[in-house]
């Protein structure tokens, strides 16, 4: 309790909370904007942040992080285009509710659910974080080749119409992650001498080929997202009304949490495997299987509140190893750098006020980030009632600029015009975008991780096998694999039941 509150006292001050304040706010805009995203906006912070004191410093790029996830979900749930790469998996469920009229309930769900992620990560990051740090080294390249394994098969069999399709969804996926430079090797693999392509495919541009170019062209026949629905009225009061849906979900929202967190504190893993993950699993355990896919709250809240949980799960291996949890907490491991902070097994006994006052940070802008997004969410909605002859053309700009100004390249504008012309391929076909979407994000962490292991084991097999972590995670892509059948006969007996 003591060590609490003097990280509490930490955040005292004026000039800190000012930092908090002006770090939300940014994020918000920034997580709203297809295109932007936490990586890139704190990159341009990391210039500024040197001329800071350490700790208002990291405390800003702290408030940025948490409010640029929050946000993403914005653009996924009203244009099925994510804000950030990790919210991907909230147009699973999001865009259908926006479809359906429900833009505002949506968003106050999208909401809640970030909230609690926050919440919930947060206190888990105060109370966990010392110990958690440590286990995450237990993550051999065996482990980490199992879990992106298990990953990719959850949602492969659980987010589709079809396993099947949805496993060769994801080996396409996994097929398009191993274009570049061949880790091992250094030869060049299906770049068709596009020099874009040798660190492998950019993620912004297949992401707003993938969800936002490909939902262009099925918007050319409709007069506007919500045509053929009624939209809720732009108020408040609506947007309660999702966040109190959210709420009804409590049992997904924890799971989601503790999911989220523990993957984010996995080195290497990040925000977007968790989602999915949390996605699959929520779908798996729930009472109501078969809604999933159709505008479902509960899958709404598995994805956003797995989303926010592990941003504060992957700040622990930054600040307890000096290991980055994902590729944005990469800036915060310069940022103490810079300011002669060393992360480490030491950094809690030298700096514990400060490491309290971090994730206290998170629950404060994860609290602010809901409630501003709330208040601004009436004036988003409108989005889902503008004219397509508008909308189109705003939403093609993002993704235009978008595409290009994260790394200035002109290639990158074909790379997203054709993964939009593959989308709406693996649509028309009924194959699963996100499983599609994953292989390609889980393709760099599952070859590399292979290939170590074997080169540690001698060439031999049985180390996917043996070791006890492998084993569980064996058993968990079973049970997803067979979780499919297993809802579909619940469905169907609850459907004989209820006749």
Known sequence: ME????????????????FILI??????????????NDTNILTLFLSFVVFLDP???VILMTAVFI???????????????????????????????????????ALGCSFGSSLMGTVLGGL???????????????????????LALFGMTAVASLTGSSVSRGLLAAILGLLVGTVGLDYFLGVTRCTFGVAELYGGVPQIPLLLGLFGVSELYSLIFKKSIGAGTTTDAPDVKSQFEGFRAAFRYKKAMLISAVIGFIIGVIPGTGATIASFTSYGMARSVSKEPDKFGTGHYEGLVATDTANNA????S?????????????????????FLMHGMQPGPSFFSNYLPESNAIFITVILVGVLASV????????????????????????????????????NKVNDLFIMMVFSILAIFLKKYNYSLPAFLLGVILGPIIEPNFFRALAISNNDYSIFFTRPICIVLWLMCAATLLMPKLISRRTAKKGVESK
């Open 67 to 105: 409010a640029c996830q929050t946000a993403g979900s914005i653009p996924a749930i009203l244009i099925n285009i994510p804000g950030t790469p990790s919210t991907a998996a909230s147009t699973l469920e999001g865009y259908q509710l926006t479809k359906r009229g429900l833009a505002g309930q």
């Open 23 to 36: 770090g939300g706010v940014v994020g918000l805009l920034a997580g709203a904007i297809p295109g932007l």
């Open 310 to 313: 592990s941003v504060p799960g």
């Open 3 to 18: 060590n609490l509150l003097l990280g509490l006292q930490e955040l005292a001050d004026p000039q800190v909370l000012l």
């Open 372 to 407: 501003v997004g709330i208040f601004m969410a009436k004036y988003m909605v409108k989005i889902v009632s503008l004219p397509t002859y508008i909308l189109g053309p705003i939403i093609a700009i993002f993704c235009l600029l978008g595409a290009y100004i994260c790394r």
């Open 315 to 335: 700040i622990v291996p930054a600040l307890t190893l000096g290991i980055p949890g994902s590729g944005t907490t990469v800036l915060f491991i310069s940022a």
């Open 55 to 57: 700790f208002p410093a």
């Open 124 to 146: 888990m990051g105060l109370i966990f974080a010392p110990v958690l740090g440590h286990y995450a080294l237990s993550f051999g390249p065996p482990e980490m080749f199992m």
